[in-house]
């Protein structure tokens, strides 16, 4: 699988979360990947996106400075931390990616990206 996303599970309200997404079968720095997320009975929502070319970061203005996208380049991984967790954060966490070359403008939110992971769950208990 082209990306791996682990790390979710069963949290308090206010505990921090780090979700790696594994890369492979392309080139990290190539993509820029994003971070979603899908709340039961919802639509997807985006979270974060990472430029790996320099490395620049976009975050949904909702999420901003609670969430945290970064990169460990030697092990191919985005991660995603999160913190502060709330009962409303509690959702399927997806991360996916787009080449580089693909990205038009910067509604990174509504790009259409070529891989996607299978996700991992996160719950927050109140």
């Known amino acids: 699988l082209p990306l791996v996303e682990s790390g979710g599970g069963l949290v308090q309200s206010g505990s921090s979360l780090r979700l790696p997404c594994e890369i492979s079968t392309f080139r990290m720095a190539d993509y820029v990947i994003a971070w979603f997320r899908q709340a039961p009975g919802q639509g997807r929502q985006g979270v974060a996106c990472l430029y790996n070319d320099d490395g620049s970061t976009d975050y949904v203005d909702s999420l901003k400075g609670r969430f945290t996208i970064s990169r460990d380049n030697t092990k191919e991984t985005v991660y995603l931390q999160m913190s502060n967790l709330k009962p409303e954060d509690t959702a399927v966490y997806y991360c996916?990616?787009?080449?580089?070359?693909?990205?038009?403008?910067?509604?990174?939110?509504?790009?259409?990206?070529?891989?996607w992971g299978r996700g991992t769950q996160v719950t927050v208990s109140s």
């Open positions: 996916a990616a787009l080449p580089l070359y693909k990205t038009l403008g910067t509604d990174w939110v509504r790009w259409e990206y070529d891989y």
